[in-house]
């Protein structure tokens, strides 16, 4: 069996009288694709925040790596991904600054990776020496993917990755993550709606509904013999 990379135990988190997560206990085994589905609201990105450590949960927390996520050393650190629902790029810098940036902070960083990608979705020509404010929404959350992809990790965390992209952007980075986790047995966890694309990789899917992971298991297995497509299945469990 292979080791859990993600060990969230008893979680829970409130703002003010609202209880957004209620308890949620949940191992992810290292090489699992997971697609994180809920309502809006739900509570995704307090959980992959409060996952990460970069939010104070109230209670009970997880561990990244078999460490815990407030306390991370520099190689777990080193091994996480992480692409915010709204990225906090620096925006004066050009793509290839931000880059320059980053690269200088990890201990390993693949270049040729960098290149490739910023070659293919579409950065390495005018875009990658305009200031980053004045890229499109798509191009910013591309470039996004890349930082987040660039150093190799093994785990990625993904807050709707692909909302701002179109719909060729959205298969090139599907292609990407399937590839790296192919190679490189990385942990994905993503959260999305677009079920399309999650009927494309995400092996595993798990709803939030209710503060607790309600439901989650083989995208195929759920929908075996059950005449429901993966939008019926979400209409059901977030009713
Ligand atoms: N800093 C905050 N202060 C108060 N309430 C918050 C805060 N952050 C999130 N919330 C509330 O917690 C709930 C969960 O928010 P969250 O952003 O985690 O949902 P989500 O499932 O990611 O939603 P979406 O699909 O719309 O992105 C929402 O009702 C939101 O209003």
Redesign the pocket.
Known sequence: MKPSIIEISNLRKA??Q?Q?LQGINWNIEQGKVIGLL????????????CLLGLREADAGGSKLFGQPAGALNDEARANIGYVP?KSELFEWLTPVQLLDYFKALYPRWNQTKVDGLMQRWGLAGEAATKQISKLSGGEKQRLSLIRALAHDPKLLVL??PVASLDPVGRRDFLQELISDVIERDTTVIF?T?ILSDLERVALDVAF?QGGKIVLQGALDELLEGKNLSLEDLFVEVTK
């Open positions: 703002f003010g609202q957004v809920g309502r809006n609201g739900a509570g995704k990105s307090t959980l992959l925040e629902q807050d709707e959260s709606h939030l």
